[in-house]
């Protein structure tokens, strides 16, 4: 089964992919911050209980990851993946995630909350990815004891996350709108409404490839319905921004810049990954508005192209070689 | 450009905070976004943020006795310390040094989303037992809805009185 960047979804010229994460605890137990190892391998037997013998398809279809089984280089290319959380990653603790075949769907067990359900589908799919996560929480809650208040809502170790529990977002490829010097603006105006838009990769003011991820901020106050709504139409007001942008480019211009960043993934001998993911987002600008005829897909080898996805691919590898091995596997698929 | 706060190092740190809404950026250089608390970018920077929004409610309750969670054994201090609550009790025992800050991050303390075992995203009326018209009565009074409070309050004499019938 392949994962969601490998394969074409709805409005994927624009929006790369939609993650739906609820947070989610029980009650009578500390949160996983102040939780013994026995707590941990505890709380992580009874989540999987409560999947497995569940009597719903997802008893068959996610499978239970002890952490520790896995190497640390599967576990970095997991994060690469946006499967698990960087911090997951970083913890010596005893972790555990399910995780389905395809990828799209994983809780994280003892991540900062109990429970961390996370749905993540390509394109443009939110009711879709929240009608998973929301079957997923109703199935866990029939055997776990969530901890729940009338007024705060699901209660979270970050008060920041209490209420719904719910973090929409989408990843939107902008690069059109970004050149115009627009984001900035635009981060306001959402963040009026609690909303926030962010570079994908990279810190600071400076995004690498053009992705920005728009996400709700406020979880109390606001139903899961109304926080979803509300993204969908900021989404869709920022894919029509960037689609007639796009429209009004200069032709020649903009042909001459995706087909440059062509010439250099077909023809580079070392390649740093900053500069593979500036160029693979030209890549992707140039398919969309049909410059560049290819059966590549940016996004996928954006991804396969991170270090520890190399590394899981070709085994453990100096910085310097890394470059090299990455040049190579973009010269080949873009041939 | 040059940073905001010392006026003599270049800008290397965009800082932008928007808090309900509200947007505030800063322009800073290495050193004083350090000193600002904005010096590592890693993901804990959220938690440092928040343990120093806590720090100056915490500052409040500092030196009156250190109340426990029963189940976690955390203590405010604790919690403001680390920007991270102990467990779901502890917002039972504290409450209402909680609940400003909440109010902060959140806007209001009213969840109006989904219950669990309910009909998807709909709201469903909670059983009025006194603990948590208690609750309600505290998140009243703090809004200094006096009047609303007023009537929870008279509920909850009833009930208690019913209960030593």
Redesign the interface.
């Known amino acids: 089964m392949s994962s969601w960047y490998a394969e074409k979804s709805p409005q994927d010229d624009i929006v790369v992919s939609t993650r739906i994460r609820l947070a989610r605890?029980?009650?009578?137990?500390?949160?996983p911050?102040?939780m013994t190892a026995e707590q941990r391998k505890d709380l992580n037997l009874k989540v999987k209980k409560a999947i497995t013998e569940s009597n719903t398809p997802f008893a068959k279809s996610l499978n239970y990851i002890d952490m520790s089984d896995v190497p640390q280089t599967e576990v970095m290319a997991m994060v690469e993946r946006h499967i698990i959380?960087?911090?997951f990653a970083g913890s010596n603790a005893e972790r555990a995630i399910i995780l389905s075949a395809d990828e799209s769907i994983s809780i994280m067990i003892g991540e900062?909350d109990h429970i961390r359900i996370q749905v993540i589908l390509g394109g443009f799919q939110l009711e879709k990815a929240y009608e998973i996560a929301?079957a997923l929480?109703?199935l866990l809650?029939n055997s776990l004891n969530?901890?729940?208040?009338?007024?705060?809502?699901f209660?979270?170790?970050?008060?920041?996350n209490?209420?719904?529990g719910?973090r929409a977002s989408v990843m939107l490829h902008l690069p059109v709108t970004e050149s115009s010097g627009e984001i900035s603006r635009i981060?306001?105006s959402v963040?009026?409404?609690?909303f926030?838009v962010r570079g994908m990769y990279g810190?600071?003011?400076k995004p690498i490839a053009s992705m920005y991820q728009v996400s709700n901020?406020?979880?109390?106050?606001?139903?899961?319905?109304?926080a979803l709504d509300n993204l969908k139409i900021i989404t869709e007001q920022l894919i029509d921004k960037e689609r007639g942008s796009r429209e009004g480019l200069n032709r020649v211009k903009l042909e001459d810049t995706c087909f440059r960043a062509l010439g250099i993934l077909q023809n580079c001998r070392v390649l740093s990954s900053e500069e593979m993911m500036n160029l693979l987002s030209r890549i992707k600008l140039g398919i969309s508005m049909g410059i560049i005829k290819t059966e590549a897909m940016p996004i996928k080898l954006l991804i396969e192209g991170q270090p520890y996805m190399l590394m899981k691919k070709y085994g453990q590898l100096e910085p310097e070689e890394r470059d090299i091995y990455r040049a190579n596997r973009m010269r080949e698929a873009l041939a | 450009m040059l940073c905001d706060k010392c006026g003599k190092n270049n800008a290397t740190t965009h800082i932008k905070q928007i808090i309900n809404g509200v947007v505030t950026e800063h322009d800073l250089c290495s050193a004083c976004a350090a000193k600002e608390g904005f010096g590592k970018f890693s993901n804990g920077s959220l938690a440092e943020m928040l343990s120093s929004m806590f720090g100056d409610i915490g500052a409040v309750g500092a030196g009156t006795k250190a109340v426990r969670c029963p189940v976690c054994g955390a203590t405010f201090a604790d919690i403001a310390e680390t920007g991270k609550v102990g467990c779901a009790d502890c917002y039972r025992t504290f409450y209402s040094e909680l609940l400003p800050y909440l109010k902060r991050v959140h806007g209001t303390v009213k969840h109006t989303g989904k219950i669990p075992n309910s009909t998807p995203l709909a709201e469903k009326p909670q059983e009025e037992t006194a603990e948590n018209l208690r609750m309600e009565l505290n998140r009243l009074v703090s809004e200094e809805k006096f009047e609303e409070a007023a009537v929870i309050r008279d509920k909850i004499k009833k009930l208690e009185e019913k209960g030593n019938e």
């Not at chain 1, 605890?25 to 949160?31: A, D, E, Q, T, V």
């Not at chain 1, 209660?155 to 920041?160: I, Q, S």
């Not at chain 1, 963040?191 to 609690?194: A, D, L």
């Not at chain 1, 901020?217 to 109304?226: D, V």
């Open positions: 605890n029980l009650s009578g137990i500390p949160f911050a102040r959380s960087p911090e900062e929301e929480d109703n809650y969530f901890a729940f208040d009338r007024n705060l809502g209660l979270t170790e970050c008060p920041t209490l209420g719904t719910l981060a306001d963040g009026k409404i609690g926030t810190e600071g003011s901020q406020i979880t109390l106050g606001i139903s899961e319905k109304n």
